[in-house]
């Protein structure tokens, strides 16, 4: 079992830059795919972007490729979604998951994913 708590999120301008992070503990950290999702008031949860155990496969959302890049660092339990030119549409709470993996799968689903953490808010201003 893992538990995922994030952190990073705040108000920002349009245009600015966040960085969230999502810090595991648990099981070792490169048995997980680890994924991001977001919410907006009033929407169902989005897929953002995922990796694969140990970060050498990494898919994105049309909607935040090439501006968000996600990445790890399985040494200290950790994945980031750092996310440039934010827009107001991109407010949300943003979410970590993540699922055991036997292999180097990137999972897209929220259905694929075991474990969540609680969330942290973004709040992109115009």
């Known amino acids: 079992q893992v538990q995922l708590v994030e952190s990073g999120g705040g108000l920002v301008q349009a245009g600015g830059s966040l960085r969230l992070s999502c810090a595991a503990s648990g099981r070792p950290f490169s048995d997980y795919a680890m994924g991001w999702f977001r919410q907006a008031p009033g929407k169902e949860r989005e897929f953002v972007a995922a990796?694969?155990?140990?970060?050498?496969?990494?898919e994105y959302a049309d909607s935040v490729r090439r501006r968000f890049s996600v990445s790890r660092d399985n040494a200290i339990n950790t994945a980031y979604l750092q996310m440039n030119n934010l827009k107001p549409e991109d407010t949300a709470a943003y979410f970590c998951a993540a699922r055991l993996t036997t292999t180097g799968t990137l999972l897209l689903r929220e259905n694929d994913y075991t474990y969540w953490g609680q969330g942290t808010q973004v709040q992109v201003s115009s």
């Open positions: 990796i694969s155990r140990v970060g050498t496969r990494k």
